[in-house]
C-alpha cells in the first residue's frame, strides 16, 4: 500500500458520514435549511440542468442563503451527491413483502427504471456511496431471494445481474434521448429519417443480416417500455432455471 493509499484508508476510517451526523440531535432549531430541502433543491437543478450545473454556490443561490450555510451538513458536493441519490431513491416504492421472488425482483426493476428515467443523472452518479434509501432498495431484493437455498454470495451475484441489467438499459435508453437531442430530432421516427442514408449503405454490404432483419421485420422498435420488460424476462428466465424453481 503507498503512502497516498494509507493516508486516504486512514482519512475514509476517521471520517463520520453524512447520515450518521444528520441522526444527531440539532444543537440549535433549524429553521432555515434541512437535509431534505437542500436536497430536494439540487436534485431540481440537476433534473432541469444537468449534474454539472449543481454546485455549492448555485446551490445557495437557489435557497437564498449565504455560499457557505450548506456547509453546516455537507462537507461538500460528494456528500451533496449522496443527499440528491437518497432522496431519488426515496421515490421509489418497496414491492411487496408476500410476493414471490419473481414478482418482487420484477417490481424492483420497473420501479428502479422509472426513477431513473425521471432523473437521468443518477447514472452518472458512479462515485457516490451507498445511502440509506439505495440499502433499503438493495435489501428488498436481497430478501426476495431468501429462503431459496442461496449463500450470501450468491444471493448478492443474482441481485447484481439484476441491477446491472437495468442500469445497463436504462443507459441506453437514456442515451438514446440525448443523441436526439442533440441532433435536433423530436423522435424516433426522425432518427430513422437523419439517419437513412448511412444505415441504407451500411445494410447493402450484406455484412449485417440479422440487423437488417430487425429493421425490416421488428413491430416494437419506437416502444422501449416493452423492450426494457421482455429482457427482464429474459434474465428473470434465466435466474429461475439457475435456481431450479
Not at 2 to 12: D, I, K, P, V
Not at 170 to 189: A, C, H, K, P, Y
Not at 205 to 233: N, S, V
Request: charged share 25%.
Amino acid at each position: 500500500m503507498t503512502a497516498r493509499e494509507r493516508q486516504a484508508a486512514s482519512e475514509g476510517k476517521d471520517r463520520v458520514s453524512v447520515w450518521e451526523r444528520l441522526e444527531r440531535p440539532a444543537p440549535t432549531p433549524r429553521t432555515v435549511l434541512a437535509p431534505l430541502r437542500i436536497a430536494k433543491t439540487a436534485v431540481a437543478i440537476a433534473d432541469a440542468e444537468g449534474l454539472d450545473a449543481v454546485t455549492m454556490r448555485r446551490l445557495a443561490t437557489e435557497l437564498g442563503v449565504a455560499p457557505m450555510a450548506a456547509y453546516r451538513y455537507v462537507t461538500g458536493k460528494d456528500e451533496l451527491l449522496e443527499l440528491m441519490v437518497d432522496f431519488v431513491y426515496a421515490e421509489l416504492e418497496l414491492p411487496d413483502s408476500k410476493d414471490d421472488w419473481r414478482t418482487s425482483l420484477r417490481s424492483v426493476a420497473l420501479r428502479i427504471r422509472e426513477v431513473l428515467l425521471r432523473h437521468s443523472w443518477v447514472t452518472r452518479a458512479t462515485w457516490c456511496a451507498p445511502t440509506p434509501n439505495q440499502l433499503a432498495v438493495t435489501e428488498a431484493g436481497l430478501a426476495a431471494l431468501d429462503g431459496l437455498g442461496l449463500d450470501a454470495d450468491d444471493t448478492m451475484a443474482v441481485y447484481n445481474t439484476l441491477i446491472s441489467y437495468v442500469h445497463g438499459a436504462v443507459d441506453s435508453e437514456i442515451g438514446l434521448t440525448q443523441m436526439l437531442r442533440v441532433r435536433g430530432w423530436s423522435n424516433r421516427e426522425e432518427a430513422r429519417a437523419g439517419l437513412a442514408s448511412q444505415m441504407a449503405w451500411l445494410m447493402t454490404t450484406g455484412r449485417y443480416p440479422m440487423y437488417a432483419r430487425y429493421i425490416t421485420e421488428a413491430q416494437r422498435k419506437d416502444d422501449p417500455q416493452w423492450q426494457f420488460e421482455a429482457g427482464l424476462d429474459a434474465v428473470l428466465d434465466g435466474i429461475a432455471a439457475r435456481l431450479a424453481i
